[in-house]
């Protein structure tokens, strides 16, 4: 596993695998909010498995770059709702873009009969590894940063 993020590209702390000049967790969190009108910074941290403190500072850096809005929850004054501006969904919709291409050719790069086994094994990887480590909040500390 460790070699697979390794050649795919995921310890580059200033580009996406897809070649986007963005931290993996400003993409990623570009591509969820994609798909929502806004979400509260504990949701994004929950969907990006980051926690309170890096959703916070994931967050600042999506407005400071002009893809995200942030405002009070109008139900508790305390969070945060986060979405993204014109700026961001186009760019998310680019990520994402890059992103299906980039598998696309990995997918197609696989023998036919392959495919369908390799997606349903990952699909199984990703099931055991939720239900093992769980989200970041709940492992200890020692855990969290071996991530």
Request: net charge positive.
């Amino acid at each position: 596993m460790q070699r697979f993020f390794r050649c795919f590209g995921a310890l580059s702390a200033d580009a996406t695998p897809c070649g986007k000049p963005l931290s993996m967790a400003h993409a990623h969190a570009l591509m969820v909010l994609l798909g929502q009108p806004e979400l509260s910074q504990q949701e994004l941290g929950r969907e990006l498995n980051i926690d309170k403190s890096n959703v916070a500072r994931l967050c600042a850096k999506l407005v400071e770059s002009g893809h995200a809005r942030q405002r009070p929850s109008a139900r508790d004054g305390r969070s945060r709702m986060v979405s993204l501006t014109a700026d961001g969904k186009r760019l998310a919709r680019e990520v994402d873009g890059a992103s299906r291409a980039r598998f696309e050719a990995v997918l197609a790069a696989l023998p036919t009969g392959k495919r369908r086994e390799l997606v349903e094994s990952l699909g199984e990887l990703v099931a055991v590894v939720e239900v093992t480590l769980g989200p970041v909040a709940a492992r200890p500390l020692d855990q969290a940063v071996a991530r």
